[in-house]
């Protein structure tokens, strides 16, 4: 039992940051097996107990009729802080405890194993892991043998100022020199757009690196990645082989719907493998669903399960044609979602003016305002403070010319029953005044959602450099100076969502800010 549920947690570690979007190379590619641990983790934190309905619920429990149980544990923060594994067929049981420094990162992992003869969990593994500042910087594994902790794996991580993971170093530990030694490593690049583009796999091999695999991703300009290829390294030709490749192809919603996986025996020819044609019934993102999204992983294919069907093809060598392997359908249907196309509308002139915005949904839905002078119009209701509709529809919001030289801001909520609620900021400017010549951009801030502090990612910064703080009824909460280490601290602020607005020099950079 040991042995196979250790590969199905492998397998779903694997494949578990397929978790928003399939297209994006950090959910194809490896950061490492301890970091997909802490990730594995994280993500269970997030998907498995993120259960949406009118706000967040927390899973308590996951059973398999005739297979197995799991179960959950949270602490009075919302952490996942135990696991439990049983088969429901057998005596078998596995368990984990996860805990978290005061920022609420997970710092180590404890596993057991049950033992059946002396009836009671043993020691299995420890997991633990350190952090520069929200980064994740080393994982190190201890395994229980001969009772007692023995090193056997460590990893290490460095990032580029961007925050991207650029390096990732394994070693194993030496019990006959009692020291580590080099592994493995992979190396990330990065295109202008921050998608990573590059992937190098290196081995430790007569005390020095060698190469041993290369990943290359291509994108569209939404972001998408449509090609990922793979090589080998052939040592006799010192040359790169290309081994397996994967194109994606996507609807107007960047929504996959095809994809066709090839490999490469010989290294420079390709030969179809598999095929995969999606279908959808109905638009919607993750965050408007009431159950969190996984994705099943069929031979090196990843399934997107938002699709109402998809059919599986895979090539035949002798008819030299696709044929249909597995079809689903229906795969995604009885959903009720409701999703918006932005979270914030930036109003740039005082003047009297009007923007649009999208609702998908399954559902019937009441968009309200906040404010009087902001007004709402689905074609029907025309400037009304409050609308109703049902399923798809274009919103047109309407304000009026705003006064005052200080900007304002207006709070869109849009609710629907057994869906969460959406919320978009409204933002309008003020009259210019005479010394005011200044462009709104967006700036990158972590961690966003926060509790204790937020960092913006600013180069260049002014001595007189101000950060504003609003809360949803554009309420001013926080105004102070933005110090050398471009952070400002937000824990004495209630939890719920806040606008900010940063003046550097002649920039004002606004954006959205959750407190946890």
Same mark, same amino acid.
């Given at each position: 039992?040991?042995?196979?549920?250790?590969?199905?947690?492998?397998?779903?570690?694997?494949?578990?940051?397929?978790?928003?979007?399939?297209?994006?190379?950090?959910?194809?590619?490896?950061?490492?097996?301890?970091?997909?641990?802490?990730?594995?983790?994280?993500?269970?934190?997030?998907?498995?107990?993120?259960?949406?309905?009118?706000?967040?619920?927390?899973?308590?429990?996951?059973?398999?009729?005739?297979?197995?149980?799991?179960?959950?544990?949270?602490?009075?923060?919302?952490?996942?802080?135990?696991?439990?594994?049983?088969?429901?067929?057998?005596?078998?049981?596995?368990?984990?405890?996860?805990?978290?420094?005061?920022?609420?990162?997970?710092?180590?992992?404890?596993?057991?194993?049950?033992?059946?003869?002396?009836?009671?969990?043993?020691?299995?593994?420890?997991?633990?892991?350190?952090?520069?500042?929200?980064? &994740?910087?080393?994982?190190?594994?201890? =395994?229980?043998?001969?009772?007692? /902790?023995?090193? $056997? @794996? *460590?990893? #290490? +991580? !460095? %990032?580029?100022?961007?925050?991207?993971?650029?390096?990732?170093?394994?070693?194993?530990?030496?019990?006959?020199?009692?020291?580590?030694?080099?592994?493995?490593?992979?190396?990330?690049?990065?295109?202008?757009?921050?998608?990573?583009?590059?992937?190098?796999?290196?081995?430790?091999?007569?005390?020095?690196?060698?190469?041993?695999?290369?990943?290359?991703?291509?994108?569209?300009?939404?972001?998408?990645?449509? &090609?990922?290829?793979?090589?080998?390294? =052939?040592?006799?030709?010192?040359? /790169?082989?290309? $081994? @397996? *490749?994967? #194109? +994606? !192809? %996507?609807?107007?919603?960047?929504?996959?719907?095809?994809?066709?996986?090839?490999?490469?025996?010989?290294?420079?020819?390709?030969?179809?493998?598999?095929?995969?044609?999606?279908?959808?019934?109905?638009?919607?993102?993750?965050?408007?669903?009431?159950?969190?999204?996984?994705?099943?992983?069929?031979?090196?294919?990843?399934?997107?399960?938002?699709?109402?069907?998809?059919?599986?093809?895979?090539?035949?060598?002798?008819?030299?044609?696709?044929?249909?392997?597995?079809?689903?359908?229906?795969?995604?249907?009885?959903?009720?979602?409701?999703?918006?196309?932005?979270?914030?509308?930036?109003?740039?002139?005082?003047?009297?003016?009007?923007?649009?915005?999208?609702?998908?949904?399954?559902?019937?839905?009441?968009?309200?305002?906040?404010?009087?002078?902001?007004?709402?119009?689905?074609?029907?209701?025309?400037?009304?403070?409050?609308?109703?509709?049902?399923?798809?529809?274009?919103?047109?919001?309407?304000?009026?010319?705003?006064?005052?030289?200080?900007?304002?801001?207006?709070?869109?909520?849009?609710?629907?029953?057994?869906?969460?609620?959406?919320?978009?900021?409204?933002?309008?400017?003020?009259?210019?005044?005479?010394?005011?010549?200044?462009?709104?951009?967006?700036?990158?801030?972590?961690?966003?959602?926060?509790?204790?502090?937020?960092?913006?990612?600013?180069?260049?910064?002014?001595?007189?450099?101000?950060?504003?703080?609003?809360?949803?009824?554009?309420?001013?909460?926080?105004?102070?100076?933005?110090?050398?280490?471009?952070?400002?601290?937000?824990?004495?602020?209630?939890?719920?969502?806040?606008?900010?607005?940063?003046?550097?020099?002649?920039?004002?950079?606004?954006?959205?800010?959750?407190?946890?």
């Amino acid at each position: 039992m040991k042995k196979s549920f250790l590969l199905l947690i492998t397998f779903i570690i694997a494949s578990i940051n397929i978790n928003a979007q399939i297209t994006k190379s950090s959910d194809f590619t490896d950061r490492g097996y301890f970091n997909r641990i802490l990730n594995y983790h994280n993500n269970k934190n997030n998907l498995y107990s993120d259960v949406k309905s009118n706000g967040y619920q927390k899973l308590d429990s996951i059973i398999r009729p005739d297979y197995s149980k799991e179960e959950l544990y949270y602490d009075d923060k919302g952490h996942n802080i135990q696991y439990l594994y049983n088969e429901l067929h057998n005596t078998d049981k596995f368990k984990e405890e996860y805990f978290y420094d005061v920022n609420g990162n997970l710092i180590s992992v404890n596993g057991y194993w049950w033992e059946n003869p002396s009836n009671q969990y043993i020691n299995e593994y420890i997991q633990e892991a350190s952090y520069s500042g929200t980064l &994740l910087s080393s994982v190190t594994q201890r =395994n229980w043998e001969n009772n007692q /902790w023995r090193n $056997s @794996y *460590k990893e #290490e +991580y !460095t %990032y580029n100022s961007y925050n991207n993971l650029t390096n990732t170093v394994s070693t194993l530990w030496d019990t006959i020199s009692m020291q580590w030694v080099s592994y493995s490593r992979y190396d990330y690049s990065y295109d202008t757009n921050m998608n990573r583009s590059v992937r190098l796999y290196w081995v430790w091999d007569n005390d020095q690196w060698s190469n041993n695999e290369k990943t290359t991703y291509i994108y569209d300009t939404s972001g998408n990645m449509v &090609l990922y290829t793979n090589y080998n390294w =052939n040592n006799s030709t010192s040359t /790169w082989l290309q $081994s @397996y *490749k994967g #194109e +994606y !192809t %996507y609807d107007v919603l960047n929504r996959p719907i095809l994809t066709i996986l090839s490999g490469s025996e010989t290294g420079d020819q390709w030969t179809n493998s598999r095929k995969i044609d999606y279908t959808y019934s109905y638009t919607c993102s993750q965050d408007s669903l009431i159950l969190p999204i996984n994705h099943e992983y069929y031979y090196d294919s990843f399934i997107d399960i938002t699709a109402a069907s998809f059919t599986m093809h895979l090539w035949d060598l002798n008819a030299n044609d696709w044929y249909i392997s597995y079809t689903k359908d229906k795969y995604f249907s009885g959903i009720t979602f409701l999703s918006v196309s932005t979270d914030s509308i930036i109003f740039t002139l005082p003047e009297s003016s009007s923007q649009t915005f999208d609702i998908k949904s399954s559902t019937d839905w009441t968009i309200m305002s906040d404010q009087n002078w902001l007004s709402l119009s689905n074609g029907e209701d025309q400037g009304e403070t409050t609308i109703t509709g049902s399923g798809n529809a274009t919103i047109t919001i309407i304000l009026t010319a705003n006064p005052s030289t200080m900007s304002r801001t207006a709070i869109v909520t849009i609710s629907g029953i057994g869906v969460k609620s959406q919320v978009i900021a409204v933002t309008q400017e003020g009259v210019p005044t005479n010394n005011t010549d200044r462009r709104e951009e967006v700036i990158f801030i972590y961690p966003n959602p926060s509790k204790e502090f937020i960092v913006f990612d600013l180069t260049n910064i002014s001595e007189s450099s101000i950060v504003e703080l609003f809360d949803i009824q554009g309420k001013k909460v926080l105004e102070q100076m933005l110090s050398e280490n471009k952070q400002i601290s937000v824990s004495s602020l209630p939890k719920g969502l806040y606008l900010y607005k940063l003046y550097n020099r002649d920039i004002i950079y606004i954006g959205k800010l959750i407190i946890e």
